[in-house]
């Protein structure tokens, strides 16, 4: 058996076990695998294995191997902070973005979403931890952005993201997730569309689905360990 598909079984049995001891339904979390800095071939394979949504930090480079492997049916989902002035080939190449925080961003996504494509799913991302260097939105500016982005035809709200700075204990972990959550259930009340909550990574993937999380983003349990990690 080859590296990645001894890998991407583990994780999909880390997910199922995670829901299992979460009191879930099986097959209630997506993976979203994320390959970054990853070749193009290393997305090819995990697609052969049956993986379909694939996360990209870096606009170029995910621009670069959404054409690249054009041949097969993926969805691509933008999940690094945005410049706004790399705004329009998200719009055009991307199926969803999981990182707007601000509303110059939504304005721009969606002058700039072509008419072409179905309208583009949109997560805001969420600062948890109020760190300052770090990217997305302050909690209580979500309802905010989120009636701007229900307002924005070419737009979906689908739901939240959060990327907590790295917690050792699991009842920490559990705290931070549980927060967003409760931000996820606001939004939801609010937003019909909203169904998406972006949480948990290699590390931290089992408290974020004991939070709710039907979103994990991996990397490197699935492709190992990045060379500039
Ligand atoms: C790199 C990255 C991930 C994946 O992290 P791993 O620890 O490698 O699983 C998930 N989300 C975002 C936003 C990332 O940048």
Known sequence: MSTIKAAYQATLERIETALVDAGRPPESVHLLAVSKTR????VAELAQLGQRAFGENYVSEGVAKIEE???LDLDWHFIGPIQSNKTRAI??????????????LIT????????????????????????????????????????????????????????????????????VFNTLAGHFEDLRRAHPSVDALSAGMSDDLEAAIAAGA???R???????ARASA
């Open 69 to 71: 492997l054009n041949h």
């Open 108 to 175: 721009r996504l969606n002058d700039q979403r072509p008419t072409d494509r179905p309208p583009l799913n949109v997560l805001i991302q969420v600062n948890l931890d109020g760190e300052v260097q770090k990217a997305g939105c302050d909690p209580s500016e979500i309802p905010e952005l989120a009636n701007l982005i229900d307002q924005s035809p070419r737009l979906t709200l689908r739901g939240l993201m959060a990327i907590p700075a790295p917690r050792a204990e699991w009842a920490e972990q559990i705290e």
């Open 39 to 42: 070749p193009a071939q290393a």
């Open 218 to 224: 991996i990397g490197t349990a699935l492709f190992g």
């Open 214 to 216: 039907n979103w994990v």
């Open 91 to 104: 719009a055009e190449s991307f199926d969803w973005v999981h990182s707007v925080d601000r509303k110059k």
